[in-house]
């Protein structure tokens, strides 16, 4: 039920062929991503009342604590320390609503924070897009969109390694980059090479459908580290992890 663990950000193209306009899509991974497994999941997997709160104020936000009450059957009090519990999570806020003579009255609302807690086929949404700018304007435009994403990339690590002037901390500086934009990482330390392992792919549904978007994002690792760097493991081809070995000889 549950996705908490993906950004999409959208950058808008202009070709110089036609002036036509596409989508190059940015997908991310959440910073600490494993927080969806610490926090999120058992927040509502070891407590169906929460849950079910969740449900009623997404659709039919807001709601009072009578109201929350009333429909679950479960006393104030118990709605109150679940509400509690869910606004520190940041799941849930409240807005007062004065009406007139009396004690104003809180009611609950779901926040956008919330929102990430309901599925969206983001990936599928993706791979059609890609396959309709495929079909109308050939394979040659998906390469482009994937050779763009490793430009972007790559000048934007290449900016933040700048200071990094081997390439033990090139490696694990890297290593720090992708862990803090939410990628489970290893990383083997060997005395001919280092082994950096990959355990969550973005663009993996994308990837198993095109594998341009592999291919470049090799070279990217290529051109960064200027190894001559192989890949023996890829997640679209049904490993575990993608597997970067990165050799130390010069």
Not at 82 to 90: I, N, P, S
Request: some cysteine; proline content about 3%; overall charge positive.
């Amino acid at each position: 039920m549950f996705n908490y663990s993906l950004i999409i950000q959208f950058h808008v193209l202009s070709l110089e062929s036609g002036g036509k306009l596409y989508v190059l899509f940015k997908i991310v991974y959440k910073k600490f991503y494993l927080c969806y497994f610490l926090t999120m999941g058992s927040l509502l997997n070891e407590n169906p009342t929460r849950e079910r709160i969740i449900l009623l104020l997404k659709k039919s936000n807001p709601l009072s604590i009578d109201d929350l009450s009333k429909q679950l059957n479960i006393t104030p009090m118990g709605i109150r320390q679940h509400l509690l519990f869910l606004e520190r999570k940041g799941i849930v806020d409240f807005v007062i609503k004065r009406q007139g003579v009396g004690r104003p009255a809180f009611l609950y609302k779901l926040t956008d924070k919330a929102d990430e807690l309901f599925p969206k086929a983001y990936h599928k949404f993706i791979v059609s897009a890609f396959k309709d700018i495929e079909k109308n304007d050939g394979l040659n435009k998906i390469d482009d969109i994937f050779k763009w994403r490793k430009e972007r990339l790559l000048k934007e690590h290449k900016e933040s390694l700048s200071d990094k002037k081997s390439l033990h901390d090139k490696v694990y500086g890297f290593k720090n980059i992708l862990e803090s934009e939410g990628y489970l990482v290893d990383l083997d330390d060997n005395d001919s090479h280092y082994k950096l392992k990959q355990f969550n792919c973005p663009i993996a549904k994308v990837a198993s459908e095109f594998k341009e978007a592999c291919r470049y994002e090799l070279q990217m690792y290529r051109d960064l580290l200027k190894k001559e760097v192989t890949r023996p493991q890829c997640m679209s081809e049904g490993d575990l992890s993608c597997t970067y070995v990165i050799p130390k000889a010069q």
